[in-house]
């Protein structure tokens, strides 16, 4: 199993909706939980985070996490076409500061 | 945020050379990481650079094949020793900002370096 396991996509949305990205962890112990984008032929950029269960808004961008499920999701309200990039969820577990990847899943916005 | 600078930015090289990746960050910071990103691939934790004191390898990275410098708080690099085909990757610099080894430090990275060899 796959510690940190996300669809890989493409997922496609429409201009003007929303896009649910998903991931799942399998370390319980995890604590802190990550979203990165990036853009093809660049490297990852930091969106969100989020350490307590719930939700988490910043703009556009909503984090939500459920601990109990071992779920972590990122919402992006409004999808414009310059959201259009590969969103990589990560994990930190433990106080080492090191992070585990997801392979990421393709977002589409479509006009 | 830290800026990250790293070179060379991309770089075609020879089956069996080395090739040394320098990270410069405007910044002192206490943790510094190199990933490893294949081809269609996400990113891999190589090696945590300490300062002052040998790198952390993570499993499956070797100090041989991966020596990493960390001189001080603002510098460090990554040679890809003896390099092979399979070592065709983008290798990225990363920092920590936040209280380092909380949990809670956010990390950043540098632009990459990509490296194909033939």
């Known amino acids: 199993q796959k510690e940190v396991e996300q669809n890989s996509g493409p997922l496609s949305v429409p201009e003007g909706a929303i896009a649910s990205l998903n991931c799942t962890y399998s370390d319980r112990g995890s604590q802190s939980f990550f979203w990165y984008r990036q853009y093809s032929g660049k490297s990852p950029e930091l969106i969100m985070f989020i350490y307590s269960n719930g939700d988490k808004e910043d703009g556009r961008f909503t984090a939500q996490l459920n601990k109990a499920s071992q779920y972590v999701s990122l919402l992006i309200r409004d999808s414009q076409p310059s959201d259009s990039a590969t969103y990589l969820c990560?994990?930190?577990?433990?106080?080492?500061?090191?992070?585990?990847f997801g392979t990421g899943t393709r977002l589409q916005v479509t006009l | 945020s830290a800026v990250i600078s790293q070179k060379p930015s991309r770089d075609i090289c020879q089956r069996g050379t080395s090739l040394t990746i320098q990270c410069q960050v405007d910044?002192?910071?206490?943790?510094m990481f190199w990933y490893r990103q294949q081809p269609g691939q996400s990113l891999t934790l190589i090696a945590t650079a300490n300062q002052g004191s040998e790198a952390t390898y993570e499993s499956g990275f070797v100090i041989d094949k991966f020596p990493i410098s960390r001189p001080n708080l603002t510098f460090s690099t990554l040679t890809v020793s003896n390099m092979s085909p399979e070592d065709s990757s983008i290798y990225l610099c990363?920092?920590?900002?936040?209280?380092?080894?909380?949990?809670?430090?956010?990390?950043?990275f540098g632009e990459g370096s990509r490296l194909t060899v033939l």
């Open positions: 990363s920092v920590e900002e936040g209280e380092p080894g909380q949990g809670a430090g956010e990390l950043f």
């Open positions: 990560a994990v930190m577990t433990g106080t080492a500061s090191k992070l585990t």
């Open positions: 910044s002192q910071v206490t943790m």
